[in-house]
């Protein structure tokens, strides 16, 4: 484990400044902290706001941004606002990652940034991300995936280094909430995000709530299922006061990229095939 950050570091300092996307996430709070040994006062953090990343996200990638002592940028990538996205296709991630590192790079240009790196972990390369075309057309390096970290590796080094995220649940933006071809909105996405913080107060580990229109699908891992179901009736209190009419929990419990379920392989190689190579 401990050859894994080593290089790590190498591949880190083969460049002399970084910008790091950073949403306060495992994984990308794990790189700034690895990051920072290295670069020192060459680098920087941003975060992109808009109505997929949720205020207490946000908050807490201020907040470690500022225990980690790192210099850090807020921007504004409003996914819903580029073509198409609402519309949710399959492809969806790609708009927002195309606009999203346009954004970053240029930043990283103006001020003299070497590299823009993500925190993609080796993990994320098996699931359907049709994110990485546009990571691979802007030039953003994964140095995490690069050298094979997986989401457990990241939440192990985070612990020996006390970061508060080695335990905090994985997130992904709002929009993956919903099935494809349902129409995003900020309204949805609103009435998701307080469903959301709501539950994540009442102590879950790890849970999704799925958005299909009217109706909020409830995704806990199998040990907190029976917990789950002692408080349904908050869970549906809480779902019917955010604007949900109907509540279900998921039998088959959380998993990640669950709304892909629907994808063919073929229709998986088809959106995540690049033009770079």
Not at 38 to 57: C, K, M, N, Q, R
Request: proline share 3%.
């Amino acid at each position: 484990m401990d050859e894994k950050l080593i290089i790590l570091k190498a591949r880190l300092k083969e460049y002399k400044s970084a910008v790091i996307a950073f949403s306060g996430g495992v994984d990308s709070t794990f790189l700034a902290r690895i990051a920072k040994d290295v670069f020192g006062e060459d680098l920087l953090l941003i975060t992109a706001t808009s109505s997929t990343y949720p205020f207490y996200e946000l908050e807490e990638a201020k907040s470690l941004a500022l225990l980690l002592g790192i210099k850090h940028k807020i921007i504004v990538s409003e996914e819903i606002d580029i073509p198409g996205y609402s519309d949710n296709p399959p492809d969806r991630c790609y708009y927002c990652k195309s606009e999203l590192f346009g954004k970053i790079k240029y930043i990283a240009s103006e001020e003299g940034y070497e590299a823009v790196f993500d925190g993609s972990n080796a993990d994320d390369l098996k699931d359907f991300r049709p994110g990485m075309k546009a990571k691979q057309e802007k030039g953003v390096i994964s140095p995490l995936a690069e050298t094979g970290f997986t989401k457990n590796d990241i939440r192990h080094f985070s612990g020996k280094l006390n970061l508060p995220t080695a335990t905090k649940q994985s997130y992904a933006c709002l929009a993956s909430r919903f099935p494809y071809g349902e129409k995003i909105t900020k309204v949805k996405l609103d009435r998701l995000a307080m469903a959301e913080f709501e539950v994540r107060n009442l102590g879950f580990s790890q849970f999704r709530i799925r958005s299909h229109e009217n109706l909020a699908r409830f995704e806990f891992i199998p040990s907190e299922m029976d917990k789950a179901w002692r408080i349904k009736d908050k869970l549906a209190e809480i779902c019917h006061r955010s604007g949900f009419n109907y509540i279900t929990i998921d039998l088959n419990g959380y998993r990640t990229g669950s709304m892909n379920e629907v994808l063919s392989d073929s229709d998986k190689r088809g959106y995540q095939k690049s033009d770079t190579k």
